[in-house]
């Protein structure tokens, strides 16, 4: 998706060509337009014999809706549930700490 966000509109070909080494097969990332598109994520125009993809979904919509899919299937929907796990399991530095806490005590 960040290949289609960056273009704004592509074919398969031109986002395998501007993956960067080693790039994935066109047919996968055909099939994964096509899941995308069922999703409701994408769509695509005919031009000549190509599909021309575009995005229907920007960066923060798709960032929403994979966060609310994460916390309903591995966190029984709980902010608080995700963050722990975050912080126990991931090094977080101090710097990145003081910004969540920020960003907590403005949104209370």
Do not use: C
Not at 20 to 31: G, I, K, Q
Not at 54 to 67: I, K
């Amino acid at each position: 998706m960040d290949l289609l966000w960056d273009r704004e509109r592509a074919t398969v070909a031109e986002l395998v060509s501007s993956m960067s080494e080693p790039r994935v097969a066109y047919n996968t990332v055909l099939t994964l337009m096509r899941i995308l598109e069922r999703k409701g994520y994408v769509r695509h125009e005919k031009a000549g014999r190509a599909f021309v993809y575009l995005p229907l979904v920007d960066r923060d919509r798709a960032r929403h809706r994979a966060v609310k899919h994460l916390l309903a299937r591995f966190f029984d929907d709980s902010p608080r549930l995700l963050m722990l796990n975050i912080l126990e399991n991931d090094a977080v530095d101090s710097q990145e700490l003081e910004r969540l806490k920020r960003a907590i005590d403005g949104s209370s």
